[in-house]
């Protein structure tokens, strides 16, 4: 049984359940008398080169349950992508401190993290035992059947298009709203799920997993427009050309890359501006709106799934007990059983580093802008219990008899 003390961080794009997952270590924790300390790292990996630690061994149960509930990361995060020499010097201050567990909570990046560091602790023939902790809102892990922080930015897209969609209805026009994806279409496929009459938006759904062509795109508004009078459309941030090349990279010069290199999609506003320019210019309809979601959807606090908010906690647990128990690294995965239960498994650091999972094809309708029912039948138990519904008038229309102007 591994023992000693334990280091905890955080890293990538906050969520609205990411602190679940650190709560559920912190505590699980205490339960084994071999551990000595539960130390934090503030702003990830950046955090342990500079060795700023906080003793987690100190919180008190209630105020671990409080934190656990608020969105966002508690400990503070981090962008940066470490390398060989990098991972190195994490091992030298992880050494240093007699850390025994390493358990990092976040997405593709931080995975890879740990899988180089693990590598590096076993060739200096260090005994760390390094744990992956599962999260990110793009749903984008290989080997889980969801991740922890997308069921609850699911629900914000799927909520916040019912209200698009009821807006559009009450003032038709046309109305553009871009959700996060860089490479997977699951969050702005999320918008489907705020349907609940025929005539509904989102009316036309654009994922980077399909190629995008403005022209048709265009003749798809065209025709929505033409048939309803207006039109809701959900655009993945991550839309691109049949040469791979992000929509908004082509549509403006003045583009801004974040600290890898990748161009900046997040945040800027510039795909939704410049899409419903298009149409304006193009279709010549006047009454055109576009909203970018941005940071919106990743820690808001008032649209939280309670399945998200259990299942962080489990995988932090988990996380713990494969590492405490268990005689290998890895990665914590969640999968799904039955009608709707969970379990979950440690898988190797090298099935999960480096890879990006997209939406599976059965999810995504063929030849249409739209998703399938078995991405509907896929997502609703996910986005928890008390989704609200909206409502209409029933029409009863008063005969008309011709008091009007005229």
């Known amino acids: 049984m591994a023992s000693g003390k334990i280091l905890v961080a955080q890293g990538g794009g906050p969520t609205a359940v990411i602190n679940q997952s650190l709560a559920g270590i912190a505590l699980e924790a205490?339960?084994?008398?071999?551990?000595?300390?539960?130390?934090?790292?503030?702003?990830?990996?950046?955090?342990?080169?500079?060795?700023?630690?906080?003793?987690?061994?100190?919180?008190?149960?209630?105020?671990?349950?409080?934190v656990a509930g608020t969105p966002s990361s508690a400990l503070g995060s981090t962008r940066d992508k470490p390398d060989l020499k990098y991972c190195q010097e994490i091992l030298k201050v992880l050494?240093?401190?007699?850390?025994?567990?390493?358990?990092?909570?976040?997405?593709?990046?931080?995975?890879?993290t740990v899988r180089i560091l693990s590598?590096?602790?076993q060739q200096a023939g260090y005994p760390l035992r390094c744990?992956?902790?599962?999260?990110?809102?793009?749903?984008?892990?290989?080997?889980?059947?969801?991740?922890?922080?997308?069921?609850?930015?699911?629900?914000?897209?799927?909520?916040?298009?019912?209200?698009?969609?009821?807006?559009?209805?009450?003032?038709?026009?046309?109305?553009?709203?871009?959700?996060?994806?860089?490479h997977a279409g699951f969050l702005t496929a999320a918008s489907a799920l705020g349907r609940k009459f025929p005539d509904d938006g989102p009316h036309l759904i654009y994922l980077p997993e399909r190629t995008f062509d403005l022209e048709k795109?265009?003749?798809?508004?065209?025709?929505t427009h033409a048939r309803l009078g207006?039109?809701?459309?959900?655009?993945?941030?991550?839309?691109?050309?049949?040469?791979?090349?992000?929509?908004?990279?082509?549509?403006?010069?003045?583009?801004?890359?974040?600290?890898?290199?990748?161009?900046?999609?997040?945040?800027?506003?510039?795909?939704a501006d410049l899409l419903c320019e298009a149409i304006k210019a193009r279709l010549g309809i006047k009454r055109v709106r576009g909203d970018t979601f941005g940071y919106l959807?990743?820690?808001?606090?008032?649209?939280?799934?309670?399945?998200?908010?259990?299942?962080?906690?489990?995988?932090?647990?988990?996380?713990?007990?494969?590492?405490?128990?268990?005689?290998?690294?890895?990665?914590?995965?969640i999968e799904r059983c039955g009608s709707y239960a969970v379990d979950y498994r440690l898988l190797s650091l090298e099935t999960v580093a480096g890879k990006t999972r997209l939406m599976d094809e059965a999810f995504i309708a063929a030849g249409s802008t739209d998703v399938t029912d078995a991405?509907?039948?896929?997502?609703?138990?996910?986005?928890?219990?008390?989704?609200?519904?909206?409502?209409?008038?029933?029409?009863?229309?008063?005969a008309r008899i011709g008091a009007g102007p005229g």
């Not at 290989?142 to 916040?160: I, K, L, N």
């Not at 795109?217 to 025709?223: I, N, R, S, T």
């Not at 459309?233 to 010069?253: Q, R, W, Y």
């Open 297 to 333: 959807q990743r820690s808001f606090i008032g649209c939280v799934s309670d399945v998200d908010q259990r299942e962080a906690r489990e995988v932090g647990e988990k996380a713990v007990q494969f590492a405490m128990w268990g005689t290998q690294d890895g990665s914590v995965a």
């Open 375 to 398: 991405f509907m039948l896929y997502l609703r138990p996910l986005l928890g219990s008390g989704m609200p519904e909206p409502f209409r008038l029933r029409p009863s229309p008063v």
């Open 119 to 121: 590598s590096q602790a």
């Open 230 to 271: 207006r039109c809701v459309i959900a655009v993945s941030e991550g839309i691109h050309d049949a040469a791979g090349t992000p929509i908004a990279s082509l549509l403006t010069k003045d583009i801004e890359h974040d600290a890898h290199g990748n161009v900046q999609l997040s945040g800027n506003g510039a795909l």
């Open 131 to 182: 744990i992956h902790v599962p999260k990110t809102i793009d749903n984008d892990l290989v080997g889980s059947d969801h991740t922890p922080g997308f069921p609850s930015a699911a629900r914000f897209v799927a909520q916040a298009f019912v209200g698009a969609n009821l807006d559009n209805a009450a003032l038709p026009g046309i109305y553009v709203g871009v959700v996060m994806g860089r």
């Open 217 to 223: 795109f265009l003749a798809d508004v065209k025709a």
């Open 95 to 112: 050494r240093a401190h007699e850390i025994g567990q390493f358990f990092y909570i976040g997405g593709n990046d931080s995975s890879d």
């Open 30 to 66: 205490r339960r084994f008398p071999a551990i000595e300390r539960v130390y934090g790292a503030r702003h990830g990996v950046r955090g342990i080169v500079d060795e700023d630690f906080v003793d987690l061994s100190l919180e008190t149960s209630h105020n671990l349950e409080q």
